[in-house]
T-cell receptor, first 115, second 114 residues
Framework: EPEVTQTPSHQVTQMGQEVILRCVPI?????FYWYRQILGQKVEFLVS????????KSEIFDDQFSVERPDGSNFTLKIRSTKLEDSAMYFC?????????????FGPGTRLTVL | GENVEQHPSTLSVQEGDSAVIKCTYS??????FPWYKQELGKGPQLIID?????GEKKDQRIAVTLNKTAKHFSLHITETQPEDSAVYFC?????????????FGRGTSLIVHP
Protein backbone atom coordinates (compact mmCIF):
# COMPACT_ATOMS: atom_id res chain seq x y z
CA GLU A 1 0.00 0.00 0.00
CA PRO A 2 1.44 3.43 -0.90
CA GLU A 3 2.48 5.53 2.04
CA VAL A 4 3.94 8.91 2.88
CA THR A 5 7.56 8.73 3.99
CA GLN A 6 9.56 11.28 5.95
CA THR A 7 13.27 11.74 6.59
CA PRO A 8 15.01 11.96 8.92
CA SER A 9 13.03 10.29 11.70
CA HIS A 10 14.88 12.39 14.26
CA GLN A 11 16.81 15.63 13.75
CA VAL A 12 18.83 17.36 16.44
CA THR A 13 20.05 20.88 15.77
CA GLN A 14 21.47 23.89 17.53
CA MET A 15 19.34 27.00 18.03
CA GLY A 16 19.77 29.38 15.11
CA GLN A 17 20.62 26.68 12.60
CA GLU A 18 18.61 25.94 9.48
CA VAL A 19 16.90 22.58 9.08
CA ILE A 20 15.18 20.95 6.16
CA LEU A 21 12.61 18.25 6.79
CA ARG A 22 11.87 16.00 3.85
CA CYS A 23 8.73 14.20 2.79
CA VAL A 24 7.84 11.96 -0.12
CA PRO A 25 4.05 12.13 -0.60
CA ILE A 26 2.04 9.36 -2.23
CA UNK A 27 2.94 9.51 -5.91
CA UNK A 28 -0.38 10.50 -7.51
CA UNK A 29 -1.42 12.92 -4.77
CA UNK A 30 -1.74 16.60 -5.60
CA UNK A 31 -2.22 18.29 -2.21
CA PHE A 32 0.44 18.42 0.47
CA TYR A 33 0.43 19.53 4.08
CA TRP A 34 2.69 20.06 7.07
CA TYR A 35 1.53 19.76 10.68
CA ARG A 36 3.42 19.87 13.93
CA GLN A 37 2.81 18.45 17.39
CA ILE A 38 4.64 19.88 20.35
CA LEU A 39 5.06 17.22 23.03
CA GLY A 40 1.84 16.78 24.98
CA GLN A 41 -0.08 19.23 22.82
CA LYS A 42 -2.43 19.08 19.85
CA VAL A 43 -1.52 18.39 16.26
CA GLU A 44 -1.48 21.84 14.62
CA PHE A 45 -1.81 22.76 10.96
CA LEU A 46 1.10 24.68 9.46
CA VAL A 47 0.61 24.91 5.71
CA SER A 48 -1.09 23.40 2.68
CA UNK A 49 0.41 23.34 -0.81
CA UNK A 50 -1.08 22.75 -4.24
CA UNK A 51 0.06 23.39 -7.78
CA UNK A 52 3.45 24.62 -6.58
CA UNK A 53 2.12 27.28 -4.30
CA UNK A 54 0.85 27.70 -0.76
CA UNK A 55 -2.94 27.34 -0.53
CA UNK A 56 -3.33 28.18 3.12
CA LYS A 57 -1.06 28.76 6.10
CA SER A 58 -1.59 29.18 9.82
CA GLU A 59 -0.35 31.95 12.06
CA ILE A 60 2.43 29.60 13.16
CA PHE A 61 3.85 29.54 9.63
CA ASP A 62 5.78 32.80 9.78
CA ASP A 63 8.73 34.06 7.72
CA GLN A 64 11.15 31.56 9.20
CA PHE A 65 9.25 28.72 7.54
CA SER A 66 9.15 27.86 3.86
CA VAL A 67 7.99 24.92 1.78
CA GLU A 68 9.12 23.66 -1.57
CA ARG A 69 8.51 20.87 -4.00
CA PRO A 70 11.97 20.80 -5.58
CA ASP A 71 11.27 17.88 -7.89
CA GLY A 72 8.42 15.56 -8.78
CA SER A 73 8.59 13.53 -5.60
CA ASN A 74 9.89 15.49 -2.60
CA PHE A 75 8.09 18.06 -0.46
CA THR A 76 10.25 19.93 2.02
CA LEU A 77 9.77 22.15 5.06
CA LYS A 78 12.62 24.53 5.81
CA ILE A 79 13.04 26.32 9.11
CA ARG A 80 15.57 29.10 8.58
CA SER A 81 16.73 29.90 12.09
CA THR A 82 15.47 27.37 14.59
CA LYS A 83 14.28 28.34 18.05
CA LEU A 84 13.90 26.19 21.14
CA GLU A 85 10.12 26.33 20.74
CA ASP A 86 10.37 24.75 17.28
CA SER A 87 11.10 21.43 19.00
CA ALA A 88 8.20 19.20 17.99
CA MET A 89 7.12 16.27 15.87
CA TYR A 90 6.51 17.42 12.30
CA PHE A 91 4.08 15.46 10.17
CA CYS A 92 3.75 15.63 6.42
CA UNK A 93 0.48 14.59 4.79
CA UNK A 94 -0.84 14.29 1.27
CA UNK A 95 -4.23 13.85 -0.36
CA UNK A 96 -5.34 12.97 -3.85
CA UNK A 97 -7.64 15.99 -4.04
CA UNK A 98 -8.32 18.90 -1.75
CA UNK A 99 -12.03 18.41 -1.11
CA UNK A 100 -13.76 18.38 2.26
CA UNK A 101 -13.76 14.60 2.64
CA UNK A 102 -10.58 13.77 0.77
CA UNK A 103 -8.46 11.66 3.09
CA UNK A 104 -5.16 13.09 4.21
CA UNK A 105 -2.52 10.39 4.56
CA PHE A 106 0.09 11.15 7.19
CA GLY A 107 3.74 10.20 7.29
CA PRO A 108 5.40 8.81 10.44
CA GLY A 109 6.82 12.21 11.39
CA THR A 110 10.20 13.79 12.03
CA ARG A 111 11.07 14.57 15.62
CA LEU A 112 12.96 17.88 15.68
CA THR A 113 14.95 18.69 18.79
CA VAL A 114 16.44 22.19 19.04
CA LEU A 115 19.16 22.58 21.66
CA GLY B 1 -11.02 30.05 15.22
CA GLU B 2 -12.06 26.49 15.87
CA ASN B 3 -11.38 24.84 19.24
CA VAL B 4 -11.73 21.09 19.73
CA GLU B 5 -11.79 19.56 23.18
CA GLN B 6 -11.33 15.80 23.61
CA HIS B 7 -11.94 13.58 26.63
CA PRO B 8 -10.68 11.52 28.27
CA SER B 9 -6.94 11.94 27.79
CA THR B 10 -6.38 8.34 28.85
CA LEU B 11 -8.80 5.42 28.71
CA SER B 12 -8.01 1.99 30.07
CA VAL B 13 -10.39 -0.91 29.35
CA GLN B 14 -10.44 -4.68 29.48
CA GLU B 15 -10.46 -6.65 26.25
CA GLY B 16 -14.03 -7.07 25.10
CA ASP B 17 -15.31 -3.91 26.79
CA SER B 18 -16.54 -0.87 24.90
CA ALA B 19 -14.65 2.41 24.72
CA VAL B 20 -16.12 5.85 24.15
CA ILE B 21 -14.17 9.01 23.34
CA LYS B 22 -15.93 12.35 23.28
CA CYS B 23 -15.15 15.61 21.51
CA THR B 24 -16.70 19.04 21.35
CA TYR B 25 -16.11 21.78 18.81
CA SER B 26 -16.83 25.47 18.84
CA UNK B 27 -17.23 26.63 15.23
CA UNK B 28 -20.56 25.85 13.58
CA UNK B 29 -18.82 26.23 10.18
CA UNK B 30 -17.04 22.91 10.75
CA UNK B 31 -18.85 20.32 8.68
CA UNK B 32 -16.64 17.23 8.52
CA PHE B 33 -15.34 15.21 11.45
CA PRO B 34 -12.62 12.61 10.89
CA TRP B 35 -11.16 10.33 13.55
CA TYR B 36 -7.54 9.25 13.42
CA LYS B 37 -5.67 6.39 15.08
CA GLN B 38 -1.98 6.80 15.77
CA GLU B 39 0.09 3.74 16.59
CA LEU B 40 3.56 3.96 18.06
CA GLY B 41 6.10 5.23 15.52
CA LYS B 42 3.48 6.01 12.89
CA GLY B 43 1.55 9.03 11.77
CA PRO B 44 -2.21 9.45 12.36
CA GLN B 45 -4.34 7.26 10.10
CA LEU B 46 -8.00 7.91 9.29
CA ILE B 47 -10.29 5.24 10.73
CA ILE B 48 -13.76 6.71 10.33
CA ASP B 49 -15.37 10.02 9.48
CA UNK B 50 -18.75 11.70 9.51
CA UNK B 51 -20.24 14.63 7.69
CA UNK B 52 -22.38 17.24 9.38
CA UNK B 53 -25.56 16.12 7.60
CA UNK B 54 -25.31 12.64 9.15
CA GLY B 55 -26.03 11.72 12.77
CA GLU B 56 -24.35 8.35 12.98
CA LYS B 57 -22.01 6.14 10.99
CA LYS B 58 -20.82 2.63 11.70
CA ASP B 59 -18.01 0.50 10.33
CA GLN B 60 -17.79 -2.95 11.93
CA ARG B 61 -16.70 -2.41 15.57
CA ILE B 62 -16.36 1.36 15.37
CA ALA B 63 -19.07 3.97 15.16
CA VAL B 64 -19.22 7.73 15.32
CA THR B 65 -22.13 9.91 16.40
CA LEU B 66 -22.60 13.61 15.82
CA ASN B 67 -24.88 16.06 17.57
CA LYS B 68 -24.60 19.17 15.44
CA THR B 69 -26.85 21.25 17.67
CA ALA B 70 -24.77 20.55 20.76
CA LYS B 71 -21.52 20.59 18.76
CA HIS B 72 -20.27 17.29 20.05
CA PHE B 73 -19.27 14.02 18.46
CA SER B 74 -18.13 10.70 19.83
CA LEU B 75 -16.20 7.59 18.82
CA HIS B 76 -17.48 4.24 20.01
CA ILE B 77 -15.39 1.07 19.84
CA THR B 78 -17.12 -2.16 20.77
CA GLU B 79 -15.55 -5.51 21.66
CA THR B 80 -12.16 -3.89 22.12
CA GLN B 81 -9.03 -5.88 21.28
CA PRO B 82 -5.40 -5.31 22.35
CA GLU B 83 -4.57 -4.12 18.83
CA ASP B 84 -7.00 -1.23 19.36
CA SER B 85 -4.46 0.21 21.82
CA ALA B 86 -3.28 3.51 20.31
CA VAL B 87 -3.77 7.26 20.51
CA TYR B 88 -7.03 8.43 18.94
CA PHE B 89 -7.54 11.98 17.66
CA CYS B 90 -10.79 13.64 16.75
CA UNK B 91 -10.84 16.59 14.36
CA UNK B 92 -13.27 19.19 13.10
CA UNK B 93 -12.76 20.36 9.51
CA UNK B 94 -13.86 23.51 7.77
CA UNK B 95 -12.84 25.49 4.72
CA UNK B 96 -9.92 27.86 5.19
CA UNK B 97 -8.96 29.79 2.13
CA UNK B 98 -8.47 27.28 -0.66
CA UNK B 99 -8.12 24.27 1.64
CA UNK B 100 -10.08 22.13 4.05
CA UNK B 101 -8.14 22.03 7.29
CA UNK B 102 -8.79 19.85 10.34
CA UNK B 103 -8.45 21.19 13.87
CA PHE B 104 -7.41 18.34 16.12
CA GLY B 105 -8.28 17.40 19.66
CA ARG B 106 -5.52 16.67 22.13
CA GLY B 107 -5.77 12.91 21.71
CA THR B 108 -6.89 9.96 23.83
CA SER B 109 -4.50 7.19 24.74
CA LEU B 110 -6.56 3.98 24.68
CA ILE B 111 -5.10 0.99 26.49
CA VAL B 112 -6.82 -2.35 26.05
CA HIS B 113 -5.73 -4.93 28.60
CA PRO B 114 -5.83 -8.59 27.49
Amino acid sequence: EPEVTQTPSHQVTQMGQEVILRCVPISNHLYFYWYRQILGQKVEFLVSFYNNEISEKSEIFDDQFSVERPDGSNFTLKIRSTKLEDSAMYFCASSLAGGLTDTQYFGPGTRLTVL
Amino acid sequence: GENVEQHPSTLSVQEGDSAVIKCTYSDSASNYFPWYKQELGKGPQLIIDIRSNVGEKKDQRIAVTLNKTAKHFSLHITETQPEDSAVYFCAATKARGGSYIPTFGRGTSLIVHP
